[in-house]
Each structure stands twice: as structure tokens, then as C-alpha cells.
T-cell receptor, first 111, second 115 residues
Framework: KQEVTQIPAALSVPEGENLVLNCSFT??????LQWFRQDPGKGLTSLLL?????REQTSGRLNASLDKSSGRSTLYIAASQPGDSATYLC??????????FGKGTHLIIQP | EPEVTQTPSHQVTQMGQEVILRCVPI?????FYWYRQILGQKVEFLVS????????KSEIFDDQFSVERPDGSNFTLKIRSTKLEDSAMYFC?????????????FGEGSWLTVV
């Protein structure tokens, strides 16, 4: 059974810093990995999707990498801003239909 | 950007009552999902739906749950006899095609409180 772990569980950094969020998964037989953002009490906003054949994807200040063989992904946020404060979720999809989610990293950017 | 819409945003119901949560997926998408998130816990897969039938369901999706697509646009989740432990945020999601790099888009969620 696929398990997804995200480290750290929480992170608080000053505005302007670059930061890295980590995600690991136990079964490397995945099709896609998606990073989401969740604001308190809100839905999930898709940030980046990486296909299993890809190594990284970039969108603005966000860069996600994937090392499928080692079961790891990182989300890099450059020049963090207070508006980046949210919970970041990593999810993978393999042979089964459903996404398997990690518990998330709760990020606070201090002004 | 296209979006998945869900109603109601919040519902309070008494234990034992039936609840229907509604979703309008993105119009040209073919795959539909329901997920739930109990407060403070992980988002969990409930069921996937394709071609007017359930494609896959998790062990959470027992006989008290059902899904249907009554018309060409709505996708519903029915909980037949609600229990306290059904209190959660329920998310609908849709996807154009399975796998092949297609993003899964989520709605804003329906927060269900069972009292």
C-alpha cells in the first residue's frame, strides 16, 4: 500500500527566504505526482504536476523535482512571500485510481 | 481557469439523516472523484467514476455511500444514514483523462457536520 510522507510537518521562515519542502513515497510505481496548496478551510489548488517520466516542473517561483527511483520529490519555493503561507500537500497516483496524499507541510512566512 | 464547483459549502445534519453533496465537474472532463478530509487528517480517496459507473472505491466507501451522475453536468455523493464520524470536508475532483499527465482539479469542498 502506497504511503506518502512529508517533512517537515511545519515550517516558519522570514519573508524572502528560499525554502524546500520534502515528500517521499514508498511505491515508486507512480504515474504522476502533484503538489497542491490548501488554505485553511478551503479546497486544494493544484500547483504543479510531474509525470513519472519527468524530472522537474517549474511555475513562477515554484520548482518541483521528482526522483522516482528513490521515491522522493521536493518543492522549492524561491523568494518566499507572506501570501505563500498555507499547507502544501504532495500526492501520487499509481495503478489505482485515487491520489494518495501526504499529511502536508504547514508553512508560515513571517513578514 | 476552469473550476470544479461544489454545493453546499457547509451542511449541518442530524445523525441518521441522509445527505446529498453536489458537484459540477469541469465540462469536458471524463473522470470524477470524491475525497474526504477529516479535520487534522490526510485527504483520503473515496471513489472514482467513469463512463457512468464506479471505477474504483476505497474501503471507506461502504454501503452507506453512493454516487451518481443524474444528468450531463452534476455529480453527487449521497450518504444514506450519517454517523458522527462522517463529519469531514468532502472534495469533488475531476480529470480530463486518466494518467498521461492530466491534472486533477479539486473543488472548494463541502464541509459536513453531523450532530
Amino acid at each position: 500500500k502506497q504511503e506518502v510522507t512529508q517533512i517537515p510537518a511545519a515550517l516558519s521562515v522570514p519573508e524572502g527566504e528560499n525554502l524546500v519542502l520534502n515528500c517521499s513515497f514508498t511505491d515508486s510505481a507512480i504515474y504522476n505526482l502533484q503538489w497542491f496548496r490548501q488554505d485553511p478551510g478551503k479546497g486544494l489548488t493544484s500547483l504543479l504536476l510531474i509525470q513519472s517520466s519527468q524530472r522537474e516542473q517549474t511555475s513562477g517561483r515554484l520548482n518541483a523535482s521528482l526522483d522516482k527511483s528513490s521515491g522522493r520529490s521536493t518543492l522549492y519555493i524561491a523568494a518566499s512571500q507572506p501570501g505563500d503561507s498555507a499547507t502544501y500537500l504532495c500526492a501520487v497516483i499509481g495503478g489505482a485510481d485515487g491520489l494518495t496524499f501526504g499529511k502536508g507541510t504547514h508553512l508560515i512566512i513571517q513578514p | 481557469e476552469p473550476e470544479v464547483t461544489q454545493t453546499p459549502s457547509h451542511q449541518v445534519t442530524q445523525m441518521g439523516q441522509e445527505v446529498i453533496l453536489r458537484c459540477v465537474p469541469i465540462s469536458n472532463h471524463l473522470y470524477f472523484y470524491w475525497y474526504r478530509q477529516i479535520l487534522g487528517q490526510k485527504v483520503e480517496f473515496l471513489v472514482s467514476f467513469y463512463n457512468n459507473e464506479i471505477s474504483e472505491k476505497s474501503e471507506i466507501f461502504d454501503d452507506q455511500f453512493s454516487v451518481e451522475r443524474p444528468d450531463g453536468s452534476n455529480f453527487t455523493l449521497k450518504i444514506r444514514s450519517t454517523k458522527l464520524e462522517d463529519s469531514a470536508m468532502y472534495f469533488c475532483a475531476s480529470q480530463g483523462r486518466r494518467f498521461s499527465g492530466n491534472t486533477i482539479y479539486f473543488g472548494e469542498g463541502s464541509w459536513l457536520t453531523v450532530v
